[in-house]
């Protein structure tokens, strides 16, 4: 059992940046990959960043890449999401999430590739 928590989020100008970071907690041990997700108001979870727990191999959606960059501190038991450049179409809730078993086919894109959850923070970013 992964509990996660994000945290960083808030109102930003266009341009602007912000870094959430989202803390693990419980069977730390057991998780293989964590990633960022997004959802805007009427839209579907859209996959943002991942990374490999142990490895740091990162993967990116093209509407963020040069943009946001994923990173994690092991010994913290944490990960992170700083986002620059921010437009106002990143404007969204934010969620972190863990796998809790290898990512032996590197599938981290989708909704379904992840166990755990966080409760989401939001981001707004204004025009």
């Known amino acids: 059992q992964v509990q996660l928590v994000e945290s960083g989020g808030g109102l930003v100008q266009a341009g602007g940046s912000l870094r959430l970071s989202c803390a693990a907690s419980g069977r730390t041990f057991s998780t293989y990959a964590m990633g960022w997700f997004r959802q805007a108001p009427g839209k579907e979870r859209d996959f943002v960043a991942a990374i490999s727990w142990s490895t740091g191999n990162t993967g990116y959606a093209d509407s963020v890449k040069g943009r946001f960059t994923i990173s994690r501190e092991n010994a913290k038991n944490t990960v992170y999401l700083q986002m620059n450049s921010l437009k106002p179409e990143d404007t969204a809730v934010y969620y972190c999430?863990?796998?809790?078993?290898?990512?032996?086919?590197?599938?981290?894109?989708?909704?379904?590739?992840?166990?755990?959850w966080g409760q989401g923070t939001q981001v707004t970013v204004s025009s």
């Open positions: 999430a863990a796998r809790s078993t290898p990512d032996l086919l590197g599938r981290h894109t989708r909704v379904v590739d992840y166990d755990y």
